[in-house]
Structure formats: C-alpha cells, structure tokens
C-alpha cells in the first residue's frame, strides 16, 4: 500500500499531489489519498480518480490503522462530503483540552508530568539529523488568496509539554535538528492565553539534550514582535533565521490581501533581526499577478527585494482558489502578464540570492552534517533550512571523520548560487556514536 499525503494549498501543489498518486498507482500498489487536497475535496476527488482505492479525510486519521487495514482487506471508504472546517470551530478548543497523552502502564498523564515520562504518538519514516515539529494546527488570519483556515479550521496550538517529550524522543533516535512547523508559528500560544508562548518554548527546546539547533518557520511578519525577534537572534542553539510570510510590499496590494505591511516595515524588520544577528538568515515568499496588481505594485516588490538581502525568495504565480475572497476580486491580470512578471521576479530573486551568498564567502558557518554520498559532504549552514534555502559542501581536511549530525564550525570558500562550498575549521559538537550508523 501507498499512503500519499497530499497538498490543497495552491494549483501546482495539487497537481504534483495527483502525479504523485498516479505514479504510485503505477507500481501495483494500492493507492490511499490522505492530507489537505483529500480533505478539501474528498468525493471530488475519489470519483475523478478512480486509481485510489480510498480518499480519507482529517477525521478517519484517528482510525488510520483500521482505515488502511480495511483498505487491505478490500474494504471500500465512502470519501466524506468536505466542509468549512471553521464552522466546527468551538469544538476545537474541547478536542484540544480532551487531548491526554498516555504512557502504557501508567495512569493518564497530566501538565505536571516530566515530559521524558510521555508517550510519543510518532514514527518516523527516515533516519536523517533534521525531523520537523508540528507547533499547531489551522490558521486564524483571513487572507483573502488563501483557503486553509477553510480545511484546517482554526489556529489549535499543541501543549508545551507534548512537545517537549516529542523533542526528546526525537533527540533520542537521533535528531539534531528541529523544525518547527505550523501554519504560522507567531500565532502559537494564543489560544493557550499566552502569546509570548513561542518565545518561552524555544530556548526549552533548544536545552533538550542531543538538539543542536531549533529552527522557527512561517513566522508572520505583523505578529512577529521585538522579543521573537531577539529570542531568535540570541538563543544559543536556536537558529538565527527568519522564514518571514512578506507574500508582496506594495501596500494596496497588501490590503487586497487582507495583510499589513510595507516596504520600509518589512526593511524595518529585517533590520531589527540583523541589529542583534548581522549574519542572520532570511527568506520569504511572494505572489505576483494578484488581482489589481499593477505595474507600480510590481516596482515597488523589486524595490524591496534588492534592498531586503534576503538569502532565499520563493514566487508564486497568482491562481483562483476555490472559496477564496480572492477568487471573486475584479481587476484580475491577465495570464501572460501574469508569466511576464513571474519571470520578471524570479530572475531577479536567483541574481539577488546569489549575491547575498557571496557576500557571506570568507565568513564562518556552522554546519549540520546532512548525508555523506561518495566522499561528498553534504550539510548546511545556519540560514539554510532543509530542502528549500540551499546546502553547503564541505571540501578539504579531515572529511573522513565526520558522520551526519555532526555540527562543524566551516570557513566560506566559493558559492555556486545559494550554494555554499566551506572548509571545517573544527568540531563544535559531534553526533552521538549511537546515532551515527
């Protein structure tokens, strides 16, 4: 069997969902759609997709096993009819609280449990040194292009103290790395009555033995205040990197957005961050062709790109999603200029991003060995995130001893792009023997 988990969130993500359940299909394997696009279309999807022997949304993954055994057996799901999840927004907070997590032979635990005293309900599918974090569930903010507080419901923050247990079992299989994920991490706290949470819970995280380096991301630039940012900046073991949601800086087009912000804001933060951290990491993403951009809108983004330094810059072409504000907005751009300005900024994003890394060459890096694959070593520095901001390849001296997980102090010898290419200067802490096979 196949279990793929799909995403909802914008046209191409889908389309590489439905390939991707098409390609397992292929293999002979019974095909089981799950996640976001599962969720948000469930019956629509089952019945264009013949190929998947189930469509299983949010609810049916209390049951996953019993699911996917039936699916086994034979069985045949009936994919749910999807709705706005935030109409069941008062029973979120009661799933949350009812939530208890239980060690076998024990009673249920409590807040006042020690966290290394709690089950973790989690596998995990590899054994690399970096594992995400799911900080909470859902989305509270009402941007007008984006449709996940529809299928997600609403902003549910997980308990500080699960965390920190799923972080310690993490450490002890041999995770070096933490990234914390959610829809947007500045909001987490707030419906526990502490907004400030975030910012108490990294350093916690940070302490746990075996974790080198906690890496925050989707932090929402209006929510990120002044004691994030210097948490961030001066935590030991907490990356100094920022994942800032900018999504645009023209101000009309952020108030289409339902956003706030502005060029000079967003400078403004950045420049706070590297006031504290110069040689802080930053990246973010942006939406060109949103309906009533204009030529002036388009100007005012690259202003803020060639000023804002940022190390990495995704771009999204703008597309119609189902049941978003946007979607009814009038002032729509036409497609090909929409391609036009795509191209315009993505070309401008990859000369901007290899320039910030080159103005990092000489400088020193600390390294989190990744993988080592035919005498290449491969990892990355602290403003590189896993899999989306680039790698540094680490080249000359004692290569031979270093093993994945290993974090390694690295002077910045060339860049290839966002790439980096350093030689080590020393070990700063090197991965444990049990977690270096």
């Known amino acids: 069997m196949v279990l793929v988990n799909t995403c909802g969130f914008v046209e191409k993500a889908k389309q590489d969902s439905i390939e991707t359940l098409l390609a397992a299909a292929d293999t002979g394997a019974k095909v089981v759609a799950a996640g976001c696009m599962a969720e948000r ?23 996953i096993a019993s699911r996917l ?9 009936d994919a749910h009819t999807p709705r706005d999840r935030r109409e069941l927004l008062p029973i979120t907070p009661v799933q949350r609280q009812a939530a208890k997590v239980v060690i076998p032979g024990h009673a249920t635990v409590d807040e006042h449990t020690p966290a290394h005293l709690r089950k973790v309900l989690r596998h995990r599918l590899e054994s690399g040194p970096v594992a995400s974090l799911k900080l909470a569930s859902g989305c509270d903010r009402r941007c007008s292009f984006c449709a996940i507080p529809a299928f997600r419901g609403a902003f549910v923050s997980r308990d500080p103290q699960e965390l920190l247990a799923e972080a310690e079992w993490l450490a002890r299989t041999g995770v070096r790395e933490l990234v914390l994920v959610s829809e947007n991490s500045t909001s987490y706290g707030k419906d526990l009555g502490d907004p400030r949470l975030l ?5 916690q995280l940070a302490a746990v033995d075996g ?3 906690v890496r925050a991301s989707y932090l929402q630039p209006a929510e990120t205040r002044p004691g994030l940012v210097e948490v961030i900046a001066n935590t030991p073991g907490v990356a100094a990197y920022y994942d800032l949601s ?3 800086s023209s101000e009309p087009v952020l108030r289409r957005m339902r956003r706030f912000g502005s060029t000079e804001r967003f400078l403004d933060l950045l420049d706070s961050a590297r006031a504290l951290a110069p040689a802080a990491g930053a990246r973010s993403n942006f939406i060109v062709g949103f309906p009533g951009e204009t030529r002036e809108d388009v100007d005012e983004l690259v202003r803020f790109l060639s000023e804002a330094r940022l190390d990495a810059i995704g771009v999204f072409d703008y597309s119609d999603e189902d049941g978003t504000e946007a979607a009814g907005l ?21 000369e901007l991003c290899a320039q910030r890394a080159e103005e990092r060459l000489g400088s020193i890096v600390e390294v989190l060995v990744d993988s080592i694959a035919a005498g290449e070593v491969e990892g990355r520095a602290e403003h590189q995130a896993p899999e989306v901001d680039g790698s540094t390849t680490l080249v000359g001296g004692d290569l031979a001893a270093l093993r994945p997980g290993d974090l390694v102090r690295a002077r910045v010898t060339a860049t290839e792009g966002v790439d980096l290419i350093a030689e080590p200067v020393e070990m700063i802490d090197a991965a444990p023997v049990s977690s270096r096979g």
């Open 41 to 63: 279309y469930g019956k629509e999807l089952a019945e264009s997709l013949p190929e998947a022997q189930a469509v299983l949304g949010f609810d049916d993954y209390a049951d």
């Open 69 to 77: 055994d039936g699916v086994l057996a034979g069985e045949r799901f």
């Open 199 to 203: 910012e108490k819970l990294l350093p």
């Open 211 to 213: 974790i080198v380096r």
């Open 246 to 248: 900018f999504q645009h």
């Open 330 to 350: 009038t002032g729509k751009v036409r497609e090909d200029t929409i391609k036009k300005r795509y191209d315009r900024v993505v070309s401008l994003a990859d």
